[in-house]
Nanobody
Framework: QLQASGGGLVQAEGSLRLSCVAS????????MGWFRQAPGKEREFLAR????????YYADSVKGRSTISRDNARNTVYLQMNSLKPEDTAAYYC?????????????????WGQGTQVTVSS
């Protein structure tokens, strides 16, 4: 089970840190990812982090503005987002996969959190 939190309303150029706590399985067995979905759009890959955090990968849309990290002792993955823009407004989802290759689509992730809403005002 994945539980995302940390969303909210923020002004443009502001920052947020999203968290996702996992339970029920060995957290370090899974690669973790973050996605987002805006109204009327497909769910979009943002970032992924390997099981022990040594490898990270970002979509161009957030590269340079976001940092994904994880704390395996706390069963938690984070997404720090800076310089937020109104177009970042979306529901943000964490996801887990046991596939070791870089997965950039929703089909590559078997487990999903419920989403946390981020709204960026101009």
């Amino acid at each position: 089970q994945l539980q995302a939190s940390g969303g909210g309303l923020v002004q443009a150029e502001g920052s947020l840190r999203l968290s996702c706590v996992a339970s029920g399985r060995t957290f370090s067995d899974y690669v973790m990812g973050w996605f987002r979905q805006a109204p009327g759009k497909e769910r979009e890959f943002l970032a992924r982090i390997s099981r022990y955090g040594q490898n990270v990968y970002y979509a161009d849309s957030v590269k340079g503005r976001s940092t994904i990290s994880r704390d395996n002792a706390r069963n938690t993955v984070y997404l720090q987002m800076n310089s937020l823009k109104p177009e970042d407004t979306a529901a943000y989802y964490c996801a887990a996969t046991d596939r070791m290759q870089v997965e950039l689509t929703t089909s590559g992730y078997a487990y999903w959190g419920q989403g946390t809403q981020v709204t960026v005002s101009s």
